[in-house]
């Protein structure tokens, strides 16, 4: 068998296993560039490519991440405090003059020509008994339509008529704060609803304020069925999201860390949490160890992420092949372009992204021939050995 002989079979299985090759033979971290740009799935969902660009950051930025402000939108003070069933509440009738329905002709020392009923619960039907008014509803009103109502039912026997509702109890209208907090005005997290209104952070430090400086805290508004989540740091700076409260709104702080995952061709793999409440593209790929320099395509880092159906569709994505409310969006920065590190500043980081970083090509290539040098190595190998195998077995017949 001559070395041309071995070399040449040597070959063709490195060329067998090049073509190989190009279906996953050779460990990768992850897929190559041209898999991610061309959007074919071989068993995941189909997801939307988005190139980074000033024009693409504006939308990003106009749209903004989920916040208290876009998702409930009213930035209106709460409505004025309505009576509820339960709500306990005190009437007081002022007549102009003595001898008339409340006040007798002759009613000897008094504080004043008025009348204080006894306190009262508003019943499970809503309504509030009043002396020659009778059931008087005061459940889903304003102490105003209460107190005109009960003029309006005895301004025919009282001598003119005024009447003033007051709530003495209040146990509707109330807001409910729990999670990690301290729990220092109600144990049970209910806290009754201002009349002049007040904000979240206002509800939260009623509430006791946070355990800790809320590096980690999530704040969770629900209102009517909707609810949003934001980091306690969003309503710090941005003042925004620190929206009015509204009776029955429920907010709930809990502690989870922001984080993100880097896999591919940067420095460290594996998982990060924000090094503060808020970072950049940039800021992350650094914090993961930057990009290797002999290994990664700067100009292909990719960022996984689930954007809102109306976010992808102002971003140019067909969504008509996606369903529900988010779609799955891949968004390419090109590093190898000086200007991408200006946009990958202004891009932020959402809680559990996905960083990815691509091989350059060339590393294919680098594999490929050193698998091609194992080949022609083993063969040279076998070659040599077989030599001296048959001048081994030549020698003993001599």
């Known amino acids: 068998m001559r070395v041309s002989h071995v070399l040449s079979r040597a070959v063709a299985v490195a060329g067998v296993v090049l073509l190989a090759g190009c279906v996953g033979f050779f460990p990768v971290a992850g897929p190559n560039s041209v898999d991610i740009t061309s959007q074919q799935t071989f068993s995941g969902p189909q997801y939307g490519l988005v190139k980074l660009s000033p024009q693409v950051i504006n939308i990003l930025e106009e749209y903004g ?9 009213d930035r209106r003070p709460p409505p004025e405090l309505k009576f509820g069933i339960g709500d306990v509440v005190s009437v007081t009738i002022f007549e102009a003059a003595a001898g008339g329905l409340f006040i007798p002709a002759e009613a000897g020392v008094r504080p004043g020509n008025f009348v204080t009923l006894p306190n009262q619960p508003i019943d499970t039907k809503g309504f509030i008994s009043v002396p020659y008014a009778g059931l008087v509803p005061a459940a889903g009103k304003t102490p105003s339509e209460v107190q005109a109502e009960i003029v309006s ?11 003033v509702v007051a709530l003495v109890n209040q146990n509707t209208s109330l807001i409910t704060v729990i999670g990690e ?47 949003a989540a934001v980091p306690f740091g969003a309503l710090i ?55 290797l320099d002999i290994q990664a395509d700067p100009g292909s880092v990719f960022l996984y992420r689930r954007e809102p159906r109306q976010l992808a569709q ?32 202004r891009m932020q980081m959402h809680n559990k992204d996905i960083l990815f970083a691509a091989n350059a090509e060339s590393v294919e290539i680098t594999k490929f021939l050193q698998f091609l040098n194992v080949v022609i190595t083993t063969g040279s190998n076998a070659y040599t050995l077989g030599i001296n195998a048959q001048t081994l077995r030549i020698d003993s017949h001599l």
Not at 65 to 73: C, D, E, I, V, Y
Not at 187 to 216: C, F, H, T, V, W
């Open 153 to 163: 039912r005895i301004k025919n026997r009282a001598i003119e008529p005024q009447a």
């Open 314 to 345: 102002l971003l140019g994505v067909d969504c008509s092949k996606f369903d529900g409310p988010t779609v799955p969006i891949v968004y390419s920065a090109d590093l190898r372009d000086p200007a991408g590190y200006f946009l990958a500043t």
């Open 181 to 227: 907090v301290n729990s220092s005005f109600s144990p049970s997290g209910r806290i009754p609803a201002m009349p002049a209104g007040e904000r979240i952070l206002d509800y939260i430090s009623r509430a006791g304020g946070l355990k800790d400086q809320g590096q980690n805290t999530w704040v969770v508004l629900e209102r009517n069925g909707k609810r």
């Open 237 to 291: 700076y941005e003042p925004g999201n620190n929206i009015w409260a509204w009776p029955g709104d429920t907010i709930y702080l809990y502690q989870e860390p922001q984080t993100f995952l880097a896999f591919g061709a940067s420095g460290q793999q594996g998982q990060f949490a924000f090094s503060t409440w808020r970072i950049s593209l940039a800021e992350a790929l650094a914090q993961a160890g930057g990009l």
């Open 65 to 73: 991440p989920q916040t208290l402000s876009a998702q409930f939108g």
